[in-house]
C-alpha cells in the first residue's frame, strides 16, 4: 500500500518555490540535498510519497509552518506575505484566475455604494503607510520619535497650507482645519503621511492594482496576482465611513478648544505682566 502523507502536494508546491528561488543554496545538511536528489514523481505526475523521506517530510513540514503563520514583523524592517496560504492569515481571499471569474467580480462591485476598496499592484505587499515606507526605508527610526514627527509634520503642514485646505473643506461644508484634514490635504500632494487611501469606486481601485504590472518573472505564485482589498461599510461602528470621518472631527474640535482654553488664561496673564 502507498505511503501517505498529509497535505504533500501544498507542501511540494511551496518547497519547490523556496528551491527554485534561492532557498537551494541556502541548504547546508548534505543528508537532506542527497534525500532531495532522491525524490521522483509518480504515474500521475504528482511526487511519490515513497520517495519522500523522513527528512524531506520534515523540511517541507517546517516550511508550510512558516506560511501559516503571519509574516514576520518588526517596527525596523518592511514585510511582505511570501505566500497566498500565508496571507490568507489577515484576510479572507478569493483568488480571479479566469475572465469569467473576473467578470462575475467586476458586476458585483462595479455599482456598490457601500464598500471601500483599495487597489495594490503586488498581492505580496502589506498594508504599509506612505510614511510607514520612508520611515523604515530611509531609517528615520534612528533619528526621529514617530509621535514628535507627525506632530511636527501637522504643525508645518497648518503653517504653510491652512488657506488652501480651509477652501477645500469650506467647499465640500466643513468649518475646521484639523489634523486630519490637514494630512489628508498633504496626503494627496505627495507627503507621506500615516493615511491610506480608499475609495468608494471598484474601478479607480482596480486601476491602481493593474497600473504598471509586468509579468512574474520568478515561479513564486503570489507574484502572479494583483490586490482590491474591500471593507463593507456595515461593519463599520456606525455604519459609514463618512460618519466616522464627521464625529472624529467634531472630537478633534472639541480638543483643539478644550486645548486652547487651557492655555488662554496663562497666555493672557503673560501679556498683563508685559
Same mark, same amino acid.
Given at each position: 500500500? /502507498? $505511503?501517505?502523507? *498529509? +497535505?504533500?502536494? %501544498? @507542501?511540494? @508546491? =511551496?518547497? $519547490?518555490?523556496? =528551491? #527554485? +528561488?534561492? &532557498?537551494?543554496?541556502?541548504?547546508?545538511?548534505?543528508?537532506?540535498?542527497? #534525500?532531495?536528489? @532522491?525524490?521522483?514523481? &509518480? /504515474?500521475? &505526475? @504528482?511526487?511519490? /510519497?515513497?520517495?519522500? *523521506?523522513? %527528512?524531506?517530510? !520534515? !523540511?517541507?513540514? !517546517?516550511?508550510?509552518g512558516a506560511h501559516m503563520s503571519p509574516p514576520f514583523f518588526h517596527p525596523e524592517h518592511i514585510s511582505e506575505y511570501q505566500s497566498t496560504l500565508q496571507k490568507n492569515n489577515s484576510f479572507v481571499q478569493e483568488n480571479i484566475d479566469t475572465e469569467e471569474q473576473f467578470d462575475k467580480i467586476y458586476e458585483e462591485y462595479k455599482t456598490n455604494k457601500n464598500t471601500l476598496f483599495r487597489g495594490q499592484r503586488e498581492a505580496k505587499w502589506r498594508l504599509y503607510s506612505k510614511l510607514q515606507r520612508l520611515w523604515i526605508f530611509d531609517n528615520l527610526y534612528s533619528e526621529e520619535n514617530y509621535q514628535n514627527f507627525l506632530i511636527d509634520l501637522v504643525q508645518l503642514g497648518k503653517e504653510a497650507c491652512t488657506e488652501p485646505i480651509q477652501e477645500l473643506l469650506q467647499a465640500k461644508h466643513v468649518d475646521t482645519t484639523n489634523s486630519i484634514a490637514v494630512l489628508a490635504y498633504l496626503q494627496h500632494h505627495d507627503c507621506p503621511t500615516p493615511l491610506l487611501d480608499w475609495t468608494y469606486s471598484f474601478q479607480n481601485a482596480l486601476y491602481f492594482a493593474i497600473d504598471g504590472l509586468v509579468a512574474n518573472k520568478r515561479t513564486v505564485e503570489i507574484e502572479d496576482y494583483c490586490s482590491v482589498y474591500y471593507i463593507e461599510e456595515e461593519f463599520f461602528e456606525g455604519s459609514s465611513l463618512r460618519k466616522i470621518i464627521s464625529d472624529a472631527f467634531d472630537e478633534l474640535d472639541a480638543r483643539e478648544l478644550a486645548r486652547l482654553l487651557t492655555r488662554f488664561p496663562t497666555e493672557m496673564k503673560r501679556k498683563k505682566r508685559k
Open positions: 500500500m /502507498p $505511503r501517505k502523507i *498529509s +497535505n504533500l502536494d %501544498l @507542501k511540494v @508546491k =511551496l518547497f $519547490r518555490e523556496y =528551491l #527554485d +528561488n534561492g &532557498g537551494l543554496e541556502t541548504i547546508v545538511f548534505q543528508d537532506l540535498l542527497e #534525500d532531495l536528489i @532522491k525524490v521522483r514523481k &509518480g /504515474p500521475d &505526475g @504528482k511526487v511519490d /510519497p515513497d520517495t519522500v *523521506s523522513p %527528512l524531506v517530510n !520534515a !523540511a517541507m513540514l !517546517a516550511h508550510l
